[in-house]
């Protein structure tokens, strides 16, 4: 999050899946957005190269931003990102996703 924030943005919530991501964030501006998640997905792909001793490409170049303008969007949105491993059958438990930020969420 800390090198996030120097690019005017803040991940606040996130969920694995096995071939997406799901990132809320909080961004002082569309560029700001736009430059903080193409940093973190190239240092995810790092990651995740070095992890698989691989190289090449991991991510498709692109993201789907959408602003969340009333409560009830935050929190439709918040419910979707914490909850997503449910809906796509790879987490069952009566606990938060071990793959999200479901365990750290205070909300």
């Known amino acids: 999050?800390?090198?996030?924030?120097?690019?005017?943005?803040?991940?606040?919530?996130?969920?694995?899946?096995?071939?997406?991501?799901?990132?809320l964030a909080e961004s002082s501006d569309e560029r700001a957005l736009t430059r903080a998640m193409i940093g973190l997905a190239v240092r995810l792909a790092r990651g995740l190269n070095k992890l698989w001793h691989r190289t090449g490409r991991v991510f498709a170049d692109r993201f789907h931003a959408?602003?969340?303008?009333?409560?009830?969007?935050?929190?439709?949105?918040?419910?979707?990102?914490?909850?997503?491993?449910?809906?796509?059958?790879?987490?069952?438990?009566?606990?938060?996703?071990?793959?999200?930020?479901?365990r750290s969420f205070e909300g």
Do not use: M
């Open 66 to 102: 959408r602003i969340l303008e009333t409560p009830r969007a935050a929190r439709t949105a918040l419910v979707y990102v914490l909850q997503n491993g449910r809906k796509h059958g790879a987490w069952r438990a009566q606990r938060p996703d071990e793959y999200s930020s479901g």
């Open 1 to 23: 999050q800390k090198s996030q924030e120097g690019f005017g943005c803040r991940v606040v919530e996130y969920s694995v899946q096995s071939n997406h991501l799901h990132i």
